[in-house]
């Protein structure tokens, strides 16, 4: 009878740290989906588009079954990984005070104008991007040429691609 006391203290000793990790996973997983889950799907639905608009319907009907489910996996790796690291870094009342401002209509406000391809605030990051990329392919290109600067014709610097909106920070 005592053994089988102590297993039970012994089992229910670890049923409570699990069921605390179980219960931040899924704070962290919730997170994680309206962040940085949702930031990609938004991302990669935008790139798909513009990858199969340049193909037959054919071909694109024939690929997007398989980039999309490819997509959906790798998302969920990410999501699973990144719930689980965050779960190991913050407890119950932080995750959900994360959750908290994640769920603020003001900050859902913030996170849709910066996701907005057409909103001002993408032009004005597009923009600054742009500019800060081309600064880089000239420093490349000048240390190409023995530290001299490139000719005033030099090859037109490389455009920076649209900026992918950032996971929401608190």
Do not use: W
């Not at 740290?17 to 991302?43: G, M, S």
């Not at 340049?54 to 398989?66: D, V, Y």
């Not at 932080?94 to 859902?108: H, N, S, T, W």
């Amino acid at each position: 009878m005592r053994l089988a006391f102590s297993l039970l203290a012994l089992g229910l000793a670890f049923a409570g740290p699990a069921r605390a990790d179980d219960e931040r996973v899924a704070l962290a997983r919730d997170i994680v989906n309206k962040t940085v889950a949702r930031n990609l799907t938004q991302a990669f639905r935008q790139a798909e588009e513009k990858t199969l608009a340049s193909m037959s319907a054919e071909q694109s009907a024939k690929l997007r079954p398989e980039l999309e489910k490819t997509f959906a996996q790798e998302r969920d790796t990410l999501v699973d990984g990144l719930s689980k690291e965050y779960a190991q870094k913050f407890d119950s009342g932080e995750l959900k005070r994360l959750a908290g401002i994640y769920d603020d209509p003001v900050y859902q406000k913030f996170q849709a104008l910066n996701a907005d391809p057409t909103s001002m605030v993408t032009a004005i990051t597009k923009d600054a991007v742009t500019k800060m990329m081309n600064l880089l392919s000239l420093a490349a290109l000048s240390q190409q040429g023995n530290g001299q600067t490139p000719p005033q014709g030099a090859p037109a610097p490389i455009p920076a691609p649209a900026p992918v909106p950032a996971p929401a920070k608190p």
